[in-house]
Nanobody, 124 residues
Framework: QVQLVESGGGLVQAGGSLRLSCAAS????????MGWFRQAPGKEREFVAA????????VYADSVKGRVTISRENGENTVHLQMNSLKPEDTAVYYC?????????????????WGQGTQVTVSS
């Protein structure tokens, strides 16, 4: 089993920044992808960004491209999501997820493990 624990959420004003972290523990795999998703009240869970752990390659949703950076710390099994120029529409619960596949998929059903989520609230 894999455990994912997110941290770093909070309340920030529009234009501000937050850095989310996700610590992974438990079973490890040779190839996997870590992703961030978010879900706002009354909306479906949506893809934010993903990183292929072994190569460090990344992909972003168009809605956050240029404002968000996903990165990893190999030795700590931790993935970060640096979010800048935050907007009220970024308000959501942010989830970290792990996929054992090699594809940086935007589909949530392709990720087998999920964290509990961390709330991000951006005030206008």
């Amino acid at each position: 089993q894999v455990q994912l624990v997110e941290s770093g959420g909070g309340l920030v004003q529009a234009g501000g920044s937050l850095r989310l972290s996700c610590a992974a523990s438990g079973r490890t795999f040779s190839w996997y992808v870590m992703g961030w998703f978010r879900q706002a009240p009354g909306k479906e869970r949506e893809f934010v960004a993903a990183i292929r752990w072994s190569l460090g390659s990344t992909v972003y949703a168009d809605s956050v491209k240029g404002r968000v950076t996903i990165s990893r710390e190999n030795g700590e099994n931790t993935v970060h999501l640096q979010m800048n120029s935050l907007k009220p529409e970024d308000t959501a619960v942010y989830y970290c997820a792990l996929s054992r596949g090699a594809t940086m998929s935007p589909r949530s059903n392709e990720y087998e493990y999920w964290g509990q989520g961390t709330q991000v609230t951006v005030s206008s």
